[in-house]
């Protein structure tokens, strides 16, 4: 028969290297986080990030970047012009960072369509255009 004392030390063990165990999972997800934060701030490959999605007659378009630089929001609407499409309804915030939630209509008469991925590469190209420093000169 085994002793009392015996089980007591045994399940003391168990509960000291299932805290230890945990102790290590929480510091490894801390040293994840950390590298995720960090690459996400020296190199976020989606910032800005663009999606685009098909409506009936026209698209969602949603741009979001932290940052905002000067001239952002013209920047995208010549691009808009540049590929046909009327603003219908837009939200922009450009405080601290830039966020433009739209909708566009093709004003283009001669029955061509878009599709979104054209869409989302236009606004893209205009948007990492802008982000990389060319200018509009005022």
Not at 83 to 109: I, K, Q
């Amino acid at each position: 028969m085994i002793s009392h004392s015996i089980l007591q030390e045994s399940e003391t063990s168990i509960i000291t290297d299932a805290s230890k165990y945990i102790k290590n999972l929480k510091k490894k997800v801390e040293e994840i986080n950390n590298v995720t934060t960090s690459e996400q701030y020296f190199c976020d490959p989606t910032d800005p990030m663009v999606t685009v999605d098909t409506l009936e007659n026209g698209f969602l378009i949603n741009i979001t970047s932290r940052k905002n630089d000067g001239g952002m929001l013209v920047c995208l609407l010549e691009a808009f012009e540049d590929l046909g499409l009327d603003v219908v309804e837009a939200r922009v915030s450009c405080t601290d960072s830039f966020s433009m939630h739209a909708v566009g209509s093709s004003n283009n008469d001669d029955g061509e369509s878009m599709d979104a991925e054209a869409v989302k590469q236009a606004v893209e190209v205009a948007v990492r255009t802008r982000s990389d420093g060319h200018e509009q000169k005022w």
